[in-house]
């Protein structure tokens, strides 16, 4: 442009050398921006490595359990039951007394009170519940003897697994070295044994580590959800539709559209607040239910899901809309015939990812009694249920050594969720898509 | 809008009088055999927000003619066709006055349904853009939606008669189950073309349907609306004026929002009174 640059530009491609050094340069650029790119990847990957290897590396051990064999003679007496007795005086029987004459047969040299003591912290104190379970389902075993695998301690167990270690001293351990050598001779008698951890899945919390698992959380958040998809997915999609499609704009729009936005951003613990004042102190429903945190998560998902519909609405080609209007479509059936089947991909993947992230959603739960200790499995969303976040966090709050692992493999199990629900949200895009 | 044209409704009506039914003697283009008048704008203004896209435009549209709008980028060609089946009423900021009549009812006027009135104007757009659907029902679509066949023999008898008329039947007749997206540009406008006779409207409204078509789709695409001249009213816009010279039969020159000449085609390409529209066609501007 200035005359100063003019010769340059005048004769620039026929200057060889200065052709090249700008290639070069162009091409280090380009180089240089590559390998940002890959260390920029490589980080995130390493994070997620690092992340993902230290829950399984943490949370596998809970996936195998500790049981022991003890020779049980079920013993009426003992029971203070009849020869033949009812299945209400069986469940009534005492457990307690027969899961401790067992015990004590199992080791006949032990005689004081305190060793005898020391011994049953062998055993889960939940393993009388086992007793008891077996003889309802066969009342016939009464008066027999018999080999019955049951529960270890969650002392035992970490032990057994290695997540324990023997080499500290003695006075920094759970289990003495009397008790360490008990269970040795116990082992090498090919009494003790691990399996797989089923329970983990089916059983609901509980005091004792070893036997509790995440099937209410699991049914808790899944009631949770489910009052959340059913309310969120209709509620977002029309009013998304509403907004996008039919609704005049102008001033009181444009303001229902920036608070929407505004909504999305709002931490998640205000509509805790939210909930708790409405739900509970207004409405009056069942505080911990999981349709309490079921409509928290809804006011909560439903900006994202508006914002995830609206934007799906609004990739539709304008071509298509005029297409429909030309042949005399009314606005209704452009956007039923026409809009929404183009745009159902999108807006299933934003109803996932919403639900994913109501999923993961701990602390409203917390504002609306959810974190409460519960160790039934609920039966309906207004049972009182935890939720699979809330269940790592209260476990995580616990003093006792067993539920390290329990929180690391209920992380696993989160994510697992979690992947699968974006598993789910990618194949429904592309089974929906419609190319043109 | 509707409070705008209100007033032009019944003023229109008493200058449009009774001229609406003189016997069409629609036989040979070129001609200047008095047709009956279908549409009629009478100072179409249009604006977008603030800025008016039109100025003051009248133009007739007669039976079983072709009326080309030519002009340069921008001068307000397409706002105009698209104010005759309304489909600006889709742009929000998009405000129309003045009157436009089909057969002497102001479509502004507020006993009009916009959407009976697009299945009487039908319309054709400057870019395909068939539904990401099957062949079939993308010609079907109409009719299904306006009750005008029933489903099974009577839908299909219309779906292949359109088809015919938009000269696409034979190229289609194996693979009517297949995506209309999958045939080929000048393939998919005539389907476009066939989605809009298939609703039998009684204007046909193209906004530059072959500019995104090569030669010899666009000599069919050309070819198939001199046929269908027969049956409808049609307006073109175009940015060749070839091809308006070739399908048309009144011309209307716009130029910057205004219009700035309407004409037989034959007058306009030969014998213009206004120096633009001179300069226009012979290719000094535009």
Redesign the interface.
């Known amino acids: 442009m200035t005359d100063l640059a003019e010769p340059r530009l005048a004769n620039a491609w026929q200057d060889a050398d200065w052709t090249k050094r700008r290639l070069r340069r162009r091409y280090r650029a380009e180089r240089r921006f590559k390998a940002y790119g890959i260390i920029a990847v490589a980080v995130a990957l390493g994070f997620l490595a690092l992340l993902i290897g230290s829950v399984i590396a943490e949370g596998y051990p809970a996936f195998v359990r500790t049981s022991v064999a003890l020779e049980v003679d079920f013993d009426p007496k003992v029971l203070g039951v009849g020869e033949a007795p009812s299945r209400d005086e069986l469940q009534k029987a005492n457990y307690g007394k027969l899961l401790r004459e067992s015990v004590f047969a199992a080791f006949p040299e032990v005689t004081a009170r305190k060793e005898r003591r020391k011994l049953l912290k062998l055993v889960s104190t939940a393993a009388r519940f086992e007793l008891r379970e077996l003889l309802v389902d066969d009342p016939s075993i009464v008066g027999t003897t018999q080999r019955v695998w049951l529960t270890a301690s969650s002392d035992v167990d970490m032990l057994i697994k290695g997540s324990a270690p023997r080499d500290v001293p003695e006075d920094e351990r759970r289990l003495d070295d009397q008790q360490i050598a008990w269970i040795d001779t116990f082992d090498a008698a090919g009494f003790v044994e691990t399996g797989f951890n089923g329970e983990f899945f089916v059983n609901a919390d509980s005091r004792e580590p070893e036997i509790a698992g995440i099937g209410g959380a699991i049914a808790g958040s899944f009631y949770m959800l489910l009052v959340t998809l059913v309310l969120t997915f209709p509620i977002g999609v029309t009013a998304a539709i509403y907004l996008e499609e039919f609704a005049?704009?102008n001033r009181i729009t444009d303001m229902i559209e920036v608070n929407i936005n505004n909504l999305a951003a709002v931490p998640s613990i205000v509509f805790g607040l939210l909930g708790l004042a409405v739900f509970i102190n207004l409405f009056h429903l069942p505080r911990s239910a999981p349709i309490v945190g079921g409509l928290t998560l809804t006011l909560m998902t439903l900006p994202t899901i508006i914002i995830a519909a609206r934007s799906a609405l609004k990739a539709v080609?304008p071509?298509?809309?005029?297409?429909?209007?030309?042949?005399?479509?009314?606005p209704i059936?452009v956007v039923f015939?026409?809009v929404l089947p183009?745009a159902t991909p999108g807006i299933l993947t934003g109803t996932i990812i919403g639900m994913a992230r109501a999923l993961g959603e701990t602390a409203p739960l917390l504002m609306i009694g959810m974190v409460a200790f519960i160790v039934d499995i609920p039966g309906g969303p207004f049972d009182p249920a935890t939720a699979l976040p809330v269940q790592i966090f209260l476990w995580a709050d616990s003093p006792e050594r067993g539920f390290v692992e329990k929180v690391s493999a209920a992380i696993l199990v989160l994510l697992a969720f979690l992947i699968l629900m974006n598993a789910v949200a990618i194949y429904l895009r592309r089974k929906f898509e419609?190319?043109? | 809008m509707t409070d705008d044209t209100d007033g032009m409704v019944s003023l229109m009506m008493e200058e449009a009088g009774a001229p609406a039914a003189v016997p069409a003697a629609a036989d040979d283009a070129g001609t200047e055999a008095p047709a009956p008048i279908r549409m009629r704008a009478r100072d179409v203004n249009v604006f977008y927000a603030d800025k008016q896209a039109l100025f003051d435009v009248d133009i007739d549209l007669a039976q079983n003619k072709v009326t080309a709008l030519i002009g340069p980028s921008g001068c307000g060609k397409s706002t105009f066709i698209r104010c005759l089946n309304r489909m600006n009423d889709i742009i929000d900021i998009c405000r129309v006055t003045g009157s436009i009549t089909l057969d002497d009812r102001d479509i502004y006027g507020r006993d009009i349904d916009v959407v009976q009135l697009r299945a009487r104007v039908g319309m054709v757009f400057q870019k395909p853009n068939p539904f990401p659907k099957s062949i079939y029902e993308n010609v079907a679509y109409g009719p299904r939606i306006h009750g005008l066949a029933r489903k099974g023999r009577e839908l299909d008898d219309v779906v292949e008669h359109s088809l015919r008329r938009a000269g696409l039947f034979d190229e289609v007749s194996d693979r009517l189950q297949q995506p209309g997206t999958s045939l080929s540009g000048g393939q998919q406008q005539r389907l476009c073309i066939a989605r809009a006779i298939a609703i039998s409207p009684e204007v046909i409204l193209m906004d530059e349907p072959c500019s995104a078509l090569d030669p010899i789709a666009t000599a069919k695409v050309e070819e198939l609306i001199d046929e269908l001249r027969e049956h409808y009213t049609i307006a073109i816009v175009t940015h060749n004026m070839q091809q308006a010279a070739r399908v048309s039969q009144f011309t209307a020159f716009f130029h910057l929002g205004e219009l700035v000449e309407f004409e037989a085609t034959e007058q306009i390409f030969t014998n213009p009174h206004d120096q633009r529209t001179q300069d226009y066609i012979t290719g000094r501007f535009g």
Request: charged letters at 20%.
């Open positions: 005049p704009k080609p071509s298509i809309r005029e297409g429909a209007y030309g042949v005399g479509a009314s059936q015939h026409h183009l419609i190319r043109w």
